[in-house]
């Protein structure tokens, strides 16, 4: 089949696309370029929020439209809505073909294979084991997603992904190396370590090393950078800072979602840690890593947030002085405690602390990207920018940094004068080139 895979969501979703398309070329499918030369459509789903899942179902009902107008397609949902019954009832309402949940995209064959055979659904929500082994062939780009753990043990009340992606399931080292090992060959640059919790790594599993061990692990493969998302702060431990603080060429860039400033609201989140553990963890991380970026995740108007508890938040962020943050307003999910327990308040309530919180992320941006000013970046240039004559990179630290397309002539790492700096962008010019794979023309 001439297949199309339309991406929502995370990072560890963006892996899985790549796992689906590898099987599916494997299996003699054709991947297109562009959804209307499709006669397959993956959608490989979100369902944190409400807003992603509302966006699924606009681009079902278009396919749905065109099957009813005689067009020969076949429409897969899969992903993290795909194991919901939310995402059930949606797939038989638009006529879905296939369902399969995260834990079952190795299925995505013998599903392809009974639609051709005239099987009217097919339908898979297990959590199968073989993903644990499955070796995803490196893509080819400069940086690499690479999951290193499955699933959640966490039951933050909020969330709906201890339900979607199951309990934690950490793959063996071995299978990791061989991954990292052939993305280091096909000219990969830069690894991401994906998982929900990747500092749960290994956990009560004795013939597992720590992440912290695997970090350092990856890091020896000598790529030249190494990165990871998402960690949890009950367990970020003193050794993985330590691993960041000694090793070179693992990224001094560390996501640590704290969701929110007052400990009332981490408790009814069920976070498993309190404000004061946060910001001891932060100190401990600022101290020892040298120019350390540190981002994180806060929801706003949690069930009962009040206005003394949106205040711990900002003051929060006054100590911690994040230097990026994704901020989200709380989204009741059903299948969720809190949904079940708690009732959602006024969106005006959430969406105006959502609006004052944005503003200071703004200003903490602005200060901290200004700092750079003047200073040399290694930064990895990635791709075309969607402002006409650059292109774009990411420095060590995750900033987002444009440089003039006339000044290079292929993607890669370089070194970079920063010349100036917005609240989200650091704007640079190139010193020096240091490596690269992929030459400007093809990306
Ligand atoms: N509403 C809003 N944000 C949520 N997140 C997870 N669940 C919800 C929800 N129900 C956010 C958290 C998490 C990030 C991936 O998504 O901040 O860290
Ligand atoms: Fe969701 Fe909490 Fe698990 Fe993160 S740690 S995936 S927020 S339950």
Do not use: W
């Not at 062939?137 to 009340?157: E, K, Q, Y």
């Not at 790594?201 to 990165?227: D, M, N, Q």
């Amino acid at each position: 089949m001439r297949a199309h895979v339309l991406t929502y969501g995370c990072q560890m979703n963006e892996y899985d696309t790549h796992t689906i398309q590898s099987e599916l070329v494997s299996g003699g499918h054709q991947m297109v370029d562009h959804p209307n030369d499709a006669n397959l459509i993956i959608l490989n789903t979100c369902a944190v929020r409400g807003k992603p899942v509302e966006k699924v179902i606009s681009v079902l009902g278009e396919f749905r439209k065109d099957k009813r107008n005689g067009r020969d397609l076949t429409v897969a949902l899969m992903g993290c809505l795909a194991q919901l019954e939310e995402g059930q009832d949606i797939a038989d309402k638009f006529g879905v073909d296939i369902l399969l949940g995260p834990g079952a995209i190795t299925d995505i064959l013998p599903a392809v294979d009974a639609i051709e055979a005239g099987k009217e659904h097919f339908r898979s929500l297990e959590f199968k084991s073989d993903l644990e082994t499955y070796i995803t062939p490196a893509p080819d780009s400069l940086t690499g997603f690479l999951t290193i753990m499955r699933g959640c043990n966490h039951h933050c009340t909020y969330c709906i992904v201890p339900t979607t992606r199951g309990p934690e399931v950490s793959r063996p080292v071995d299978v990791i190396m061989q991954e990292a090992e052939a993305m280091q060959k096909a000219g990969i640059q830069e690894i991401y370590l994906l998982g929900q919790n990747v500092n749960s790594y290994g956990l009560g599993e004795a013939h597992l090393p720590s992440f912290a061990e695997l970090l350092k692990e990856v890091a020896s493969t000598g790529i030249p950078r190494v990165k990871f998302t998402t960690s949890h702060p009950m367990n970020f431990t003193s050794d993985i800072i330590d691993a960041i603080a000694e090793t070179p060429n693992i990224c001094n860039f560390i996501h640590l979602p704290v969701q929110s400033g007052s400990d009332r609201v981490l408790k009814r989140m069920a976070r498993e840690y309190g404000r004061e553990r946060y910001l001891n963890i932060i100190r401990e991380i600022r101290e020892k890593v040298d120019d350390v970026v540190i981002s994180t995740d806060i929801i706003v108007g949690f069930p009962g947030e009040t206005e003394e508890d949106f205040e711990m938040t900002m003051s929060l962020y006054e100590e911690v002085a994040y230097e990026h943050a994704y901020m989200f307003i709380y989204s009741a999910r059903p299948g969720t405690p809190s949904y079940k327990h708690f009732d959602d308040m006024p969106k005006t309530v959430k969406t105006e602390r959502l609006q004052r919180l944005i503003e200071r992320q703004k200003e903490l941006s602005y200060r901290a990207n200004n700092r750079y000013v003047g200073r040399d970046l290694r930064v990895l240039v990635k791709e075309m920018a969607q402002k006409g004559d650059y292109v774009m990179g990411h420095s060590d630290q995750n900033h987002t940094v444009l440089v003039p397309k006339e000044q290079i002539s292929r993607m890669g790492l370089y070194d970079v004068r920063i010349e100036s700096a917005t609240p989200h962008t650091l704007y640079g010019t190139v010193k020096g080139f240091k490596s690269s794979s992929i030459p400007l023309m093809m990306v």
